[in-house]
């Protein structure tokens, strides 16, 4: 029932691009995305809907192909602040139970 | 800013005791969720709620119950814990209303069962 997420685990130089992928067997309404930092609660940061509407922040930008559903976060020009784990949530329809994936630890360094 | 307070960060208890897990949140949110967080397994649902005395059973829920008497407050039991529950528990909140609307996490409750 959870997502698939790959990869498990990326390591970054500052500077450098990467990307993280979600996927799921079940038809979705939306896909989140969130960042926990470690021992900290995970903080929401966009959520992309059927009809494809897409909610970016800062360098952090995602995609939603509903056909497939699969949806990607692509870290741009990472920084040291965007080490942390991701995880992506999905729901099946609006309003329902939000299920994340297994997690990708990011860890950029300088 | 939406405020979820999980009542403890850290709790020991013993085989085969009851335990409750509290969670409140103070923005009027309909849904509620329990998590439990284990290394290389993410983020695993255990019971959601949408409304109050409303529940459904998440990935997990075996082990588990839930109460939501008030709509501001979720708890999770383990009516008789066991040393495979210990792990750290997540509460979130979200408006439950509209489309796509994002989840707020309490800072989490580390439990060990010994």
């Known amino acids: 029932q959870q997502p698939v997420q790959s990869p498990q685990a990326v390591i970054l130089r500052e500077g450098e691009d990467a990307v993280i992928n979600c996927s799921s067997s079940k038809a979705l309404y939306s896909v989140h995305w969130y960042r926990q930092k470690h021992g900290e609660a995970p903080v929401f940061l966009m959520i992309l809907l059927k009809g494809g509407e897409q909610k970016g922040h800062e360098k952090i930008s995602a995609s939603f192909n509903e056909k497939k559903q699969q949806s990607s976060l692509y870290l741009t020009a990472s920084q040291l602040s965007y080490s942390g784990t991701y995880f992506c949530g999905t729901e099946e329809a609006a309003g329902n139970k939000l299920t994340f994936g297994g997690g990708t630890r990011v860890l950029v360094k300088p | 800013d939406v405020k979820v307070t999980q009542s403890s960060r850290y709790l020991v208890k013993r085989t085969g005791e009851k335990v409750f897990l509290e969670c409140v949140q103070d923005m009027d949110h309909e849904n509620m969720f329990w998590y439990r967080q284990d290394p290389g397994l993410g983020l695993r649902l255990i019971y959601f709620?949408?409304?109050?005395?409303?529940?459904e059973k998440g990935d997990i829920p075996e082990g588990y119950s839930v109460s939501r008497e008030k709509k501001e407050r979720f708890s999770l039991i383990l009516e008789s814990a066991s040393t495979n529950q210990t792990s750290m528990y997540l509460c979130a909140s979200s408006l439950g209303e509209g489309p796509g609307t994002e989840a707020f996490f309490g800072q989490g409750t580390r439990l060990t069962v010994v």
């Open positions: 709620s949408y409304d109050v005395k409303m529940k």
